[in-house]
C-alpha cells in the first residue's frame, strides 16, 4: 500500500471564526495545516503558535507555500471575492466562509475561474454536512413527516454588537441578519427542499448607529447600513413554502427555530448554526392537547467547523464531487440578494440561479478516522 501525506491546509483570516476552523483542521488526519497568515502578522502568530502550526505570516505567505493545497478564507465578507479570486489565481483550492461574495458578478467571476483552472470552491456553512441535518433529511426522504410543505424559521436577538469586539463589518453592506445569519438558515433549507425559485420580503432598520459593548473598543459609535430586521417568505421548485424571520432587533433571543411541516407531521431541526442536536417529530393531534414528540435517532458523527474543508480535501484526493460547493455558495447568495432586493422593492424577485440537489453524507463517515 502507497502511504499518501496529508492535504496540506492553509488559513487566511485569523480573526474570531478561526479558532473554531483551527480546533477541529488540527484534529483531523486527513488535513495538516501548514500556515495561518493575516494583515495582522501578529495576530496570525498568536494563532498559529496557540494551535501548534508551523509557519505564519501575511497572507502572501499562505499563497506562495508550495505544500498548502485548499486556502480556507476567513476574512470579513466585502473582501471574500476578491481573497478567494486571489487564492485561485495562486493556483489553489478555495473554502471560503460566507457568503461566497457580496454581489452577483463577482461570485460568478470567482466561479467561472475557479472551473477555468481546474480548481474546487467549497463556501460555508458546512453544517448541511453534520448529523442534526443529514438525521433531519433522512427522515424527511423516508416519508416520516409525509410530503414536505412548508418551513418556518427564526433568528432574532439583540445583535452581535453585544459580544463582538470587532462588530462593524456586521452592520456594513454584504451582512446585517440577513447575509451574517441567512445563509445557515437557507443552505438548510436547500438541503431539504432544493433550489429556491422566488421569494417576497420586508426589511427595516432599527437604529443608525450601534455601541460596541464588548471587547477593548467598548463604548465606541458606528454607523449601520443595512438592514437589521427582515421578513421574507419563500417559495421553492418543489412548491414548498418558507417564511423567515432574520432580525439584530429584538430583546427576545430565539434562534436556531427550523420547523418543516409535511402532510403527515411536523419535524423540528437543530440549529442550523451548528453541527448536531434533537431531531424531533410531531404527528397530528387533537385541537387543544398537547403535542406528543418522538426523537428520530441521530446519524453520523459530531464534528464542527471546517468539516466541509475536510470533505473537500478527501473529495479532491478521491477523484469525486465535494457537498457544500460553490455552486451552492452561489445558489444561497443568489436568494439572500433577491430577497434584499424584494424588501427594498416591495416586489416578488425571482431567482434565477439552481443547484444540484445536495447528496446525502455516507452514514459511517467518521472525520477523525484516517482515509488517505
Known amino acids: 500500500m502507497t502511504t499518501r501525506t496529508p492535504v496540506g491546509v492553509g488559513l487566511i483570516g485569523a480573526g474570531n471564526i478561526s479558532d473554531q476552523y483551527l480546533t477541529n483542521l488540527t484534529a483531523f488526519p486527513d488535513v495538516r495545516v501548514l500556515a495561518v497568515g493575516d494583515l495582522d502578522t501578529a495576530r496570525a502568530r498568536g494563532q498559529?503558535?496557540?494551535?501548534?502550526?508551523?509557519?505564519?505570516?501575511?497572507p502572501e505567505l499562505v499563497l506562495?507555500?508550495?505544500?498548502?493545497d485548499i486556502v480556507v478564507n476567513l476574512t470579513i465578507p466585502a473582501v471574500h471575492a476578491e481573497v478567494s479570486s486571489a487564492i485561485i489565481a495562486a493556483g489553489k483550492h478555495v473554502w471560503s466562509e460566507k457568503p461566497i461574495a457580496i454581489d452577483r458578478p463577482s461570485a460568478r467571476a470567482l466561479l467561472d475561474a475557479a472551473s477555468a483552472a481546474g480548481l474546487r470552491v467549497g463556501i460555508a456553512p458546512d453544517t448541511v454536512l453534520g448529523p442534526g441535518l443529514q438525521t433531519a433529511r433522512r427522515a424527511i426522504a423516508r416519508g416520516d413527516i409525509g410530503t414536505p410543505l412548508s418551513a418556518y424559521t427564526v433568528?432574532?436577538?439583540?445583535?452581535?454588537?453585544?459580544?463582538?469586539?470587532?462588530?462593524e463589518f456586521l452592520f456594513a453592506k454584504g451582512a446585517g441578519p440577513l447575509f451574517d445569519m441567512g445563509p445557515y438558515y437557507l443552505t438548510a433549507l436547500v438541503s431539504l427542499f432544493g433550489s429556491i425559485s422566488r421569494v417576497s420580503a420586508v426589511g427595516s432598520t432599527g437604529r443608525p448607529t450601534r455601541t460596541i459593548r464588548a471587547g477593548a473598543r467598548a463604548g465606541t459609535e458606528f454607523p449601520v447600513s443595512v438592514p437589521t430586521h427582515i421578513a421574507a417568505i419563500a417559495q421553492f421548485d418543489s412548491g414548498a413554502v418558507s417564511q423567515s424571520t432574520f432580525s439584530f432587533d429584538s430583546p427576545l433571543t430565539r434562534t436556531g427555530v427550523v420547523e418543516i411541516t409535511g402532510t403527515e407531521g411536523t419535524l423540528v431541526v437543530p440549529?442550523?448554526?451548528?453541527?448536531?442536536?434533537d431531531v424531533r417529530i410531531t404527528r397530528v393531534s387533537q385541537p387543544g392537547s398537547e403535542p406528543v414528540w418522538e426523537t428520530v435517532p441521530p446519524v453520523g458523527v459530531v464534528s464542527g467547523r471546517g468539516l466541509g474543508v475536510l470533505d473537500m480535501a478527501r473529495a479532491v484526493r478521491a477523484g469525486q464531487p465535494h457537498i457544500a460547493t460553490g455552486e451552492l455558495g452561489y445558489h444561497v447568495l443568489d436568494a439572500l440578494m433577491a430577497i434584499d432586493e424584494a424588501a427594498a422593492s416591495g416586489e416578488t424577485a425571482h431567482v434565477t440561479s439552481r443547484v444540484d440537489d445536495l447528496p446525502l453524507v455516507p452514514e459511517d463517515r467518521d472525520p477523525y478516522g484516517a482515509t488517505l
Not at 433568528?155 to 462588530?167: R, S
Not at 440549529?271 to 448536531?276: C, I, K, L, Q, S
Open 64 to 68: 506562495a507555500h508550495p505544500d498548502v
Open 48 to 58: 498559529a503558535q496557540k494551535y501548534g502550526v508551523e509557519q505564519w505570516g501575511g
Open 155 to 167: 433568528m432574532q436577538y439583540a445583535g452581535p454588537d453585544l459580544w463582538h469586539p470587532d462588530p
Open 271 to 277: 440549529d442550523p448554526n451548528t453541527f448536531a442536536g
